[in-house]
């Protein structure tokens, strides 16, 4: 089996729900059969202050839990983005949410830039299910996790209130992926 190992971070600002998106990833990860770990932060005013969540994923064993050299960002924040874009590594991947931020200075790697946010707010009338929206996005561009898996970690780790919801902002966020992808490809 080839070695693998994605170190991923999460970032913006509390109440973006980017700590249940880490959550859901990682128990992703744990559906696909690898290894995981899930670390989080987030300042001292949780709603609007800097939240992150990190997760590594790898078919060998982890020896450090958090993130250190980014192979994926999903940026919600101008200052997430700012901040974490310099542990970024050449080849990673950067995904920003461009409803805040406006300006990436990633020159490597691959950068997918779109208004996630305003996505949410137009097609499902709430800002809520951008977290889900994004990282539906971040897996089907980067594929650390399978499908199946995101959708089996969605529907266990979420209140049944909100199952279609986060289906539908999963669709968008798969379908926005699927059309950039054949772009890429043509």
């Known amino acids: 089996m080839e070695k693998m190992k994605k170190e991923i971070r ?26 995981v770990t899930q670390t989080q932060s987030y300042g001292p005013e949780s709603r609007g202050g800097a939240s992150r969540a990190d997760v590594i994923i790898s078919n060998e064993e982890i020896d450090f839990p958090e993130a250190t050299r980014f192979d994926v960002l999903l940026a919600l924040t101008q200052e997430a983005c700012d901040k974490y874009l310099s ?30 946010t305003n996505i949410a707010i137009e097609k499902l009338g709430t800002a809520l299910p951008a977290n889900i929206l994004s990282l539906a996005f971040l897996v089907k561009v980067t594929k650390v996790v399978s499908i199946s898996s995101l959708k089996k970690a969605v529907e266990e780790s979420m209140k049944p209130a909100f199952a279609e919801m986060n289906n539908k ?5 798969f379908d926005l992926a699927e059309k950039v992808l054949k772009g890429a490809n043509k």
């Not at 980017?18 to 990833?25: H, R, S």
């Open 169 to 173: 902002a999963m669709k968008i966020g």
């Open 87 to 116: 542990k970024m590594r050449s080849t990673g991947t950067v995904i920003v949410d461009t409803s805040f931020v406006k300006n990436v200075t990633f020159l490597e790697g691959t950068t997918y830039e779109y208004p996630f």
């Open 10 to 35: 999460l970032s913006g600002s509390g109440g973006q729900g980017l700590i249940t998106a880490g959550i859901i990833l990682a128990r992703a990860a744990i559906i696909d059969g690898v290894n």
